[in-house]
């Protein structure tokens, strides 16, 4: 795996070595079969990939611009959604727990 030139050069694990080269490695095509959950999980985290055959590139592995992130929707917002009763979590009275063992309802 031939790193580019910003990266540690330490002799290291090859995860360490993924770990540590923050913006662009090159592998080989042998190297990119065997390991591709690595290599994936490295592109998700921002790194450009170059995959060579026979030391030419042939592809290159980036981060897709779909995994922007999508906007966490808020409770009780959605189309038709009635507000929460704020007293939802409430223990019930002995009245109304014999209530709904009786019948299934519980009538406020």
Not at 54 to 74: C, Q
Request: hydrophobic share 40%; charged share 20%; glycine share 4%.
């Amino acid at each position: 795996m031939r790193m580019s030139s910003n990266c540690n050069r330490k002799v290291l694990t090859k995860v360490q070595q993924v770990v540590l080269c923050l913006k662009h490695m090159e592998v080989t095509a042998a190297y990119a079969k065997a390991n591709l959950p690595e290599l994936l999980k490295a592109v998700q985290n921002g790194e450009t990939v170059t995959i060579s055959r026979y030391n030419k590139p042939v592809a290159d592995l980036v981060p897709s611009s779909k995994l922007a992130p999508r906007p966490v929707p808020k409770f009780g917002t959605g189309n038709g959604v009635k507000i929460v009763d704020p007293h939802w979590a409430r223990a019930m009275t002995q009245k109304e727990l014999k209530q709904w063992l009786d019948t299934g309802i519980i009538n406020k």
